[in-house]
């Protein structure tokens, strides 16, 4: 039996999920996925491996709106 998928919100980042069994993309093809994959959550029309995150939100400058400001 599998552990349940484990979700984390990455501040101004991509979502962190472990524990997956199988990931497919919009067209019900299998994703490869390793222990810990990053699912993209900025949206960038530049981000060339949607579901999967490529770091675009950086070039972009994806903000997370719940973002906490620390001081």
């Known amino acids: 039996m599998s552990q349940r998928p484990i979700i984390e919100c ?3 980042g991509p979502y ?3 524990n997956l069994d199988e990931l497919r993309d919009s067209r019900g093809m299998r994703i ?3 222990p810990v994959v990053a699912l993209c959550r900025c949206g960038g029309s530049a981000s060339k491996h949607k579901p ?3 770091g675009t939100h950086w ?3 994806f903000k ?3 973002e906490v400001v620390r001081r």
Request: some cysteine; charged content about 40%.
């Open 52 to 54: 999967l995150c490529d």
């Open 32 to 34: 490869d996925i390793k």
């Open 64 to 66: 997370d709106e719940n």
């Open 59 to 61: 070039g972009i400058g």
């Open 16 to 18: 962190l999920v472990r």
């Open 10 to 12: 990455k501040p101004n």
